[in-house]
């Protein structure tokens, strides 16, 4: 991965007004987040500031609150390039202390989209404004990227068809990559991610007569070691792939005596190839069935 300081390349249309603008944007949407494919605040908010901008065209509602965006260049040409971002937060609890953390019990921008709808719509005002190219740019505002589908929404409802792209390109901020820098990649870039959910059923009973219940934790706990052999022992080392259990959950931590009847793992896989795809996805379940039975 090759990055590219972004200071020798700055423009002067980001600086002063605009700049603070775009701030206030983001922390806006940072204050608000809002989850899936359920944004109406954020897409209104969007489509308002494209009209503002001066965009040909603001359509809503694609694919439930996905909205599109289309700038028509001055110069001659008939390219058709689209620019996309995500828009929707993630269920979880903001822990920050700064000025703008989320007003929304239960969900925050954990995952930057605010970040992104932001740059978008900066991206949508220098092109609306100054027009120094052919064809057409379209903006693309999709809801629902936090495994809800919304890609595929907004597909099925016809984004391609009525908004045909030759090109599309889109962006993610990285922790790892020090501010003003951007970091490209030739071929893939950002890996499949599929959650699995895993629930152990077992026969709760007394702690002290084990040999009366089935144990699911202990199942689950051999689940989760066993599951770390797929990458190490059965993916092709030439190819990428993570196995990762994230969350277990049984019992009750106040009953320290009782062994429950389930446990839950909560996980995440992540591939590149298709292939790696299915063999990880068909591995998860036979591993954890047979350590079960």
Sequence with gaps: MNSVNLDNFADPFFLGETKEEL???RQDFHIHPEI??????????????????????VHEGIGGDGVVGVIYGRLPGEASVGLRADIDALPLKELSDHDHVSQVEGAMHAC???GHAAALLGAAKKLACERNFGGKVVLVFQPGEEGWSGAKHMMEDGLFERFPMQEIYALHNSSAIEPGRIALNYGAMQAAADAFTIVVKGKGGHASRPNLNHDPVIAAAHIILALQTIVSREVDPLETAVVSCCSLQAGDPRAQSVCPDSCQIVGTARTFSPDVRDLVEKRIGEISASIAA
């Design 112 to 114: 930057g989209h605010d």
């Design 23 to 25: 701030r206030r944007i």
């Design 36 to 57: 899936g494919l359920i944004t109406p605040r954020t897409s209104r908010i969007i489509a308002d500031l494209l009209r503002k901008y001066g965009v040909d065209e």
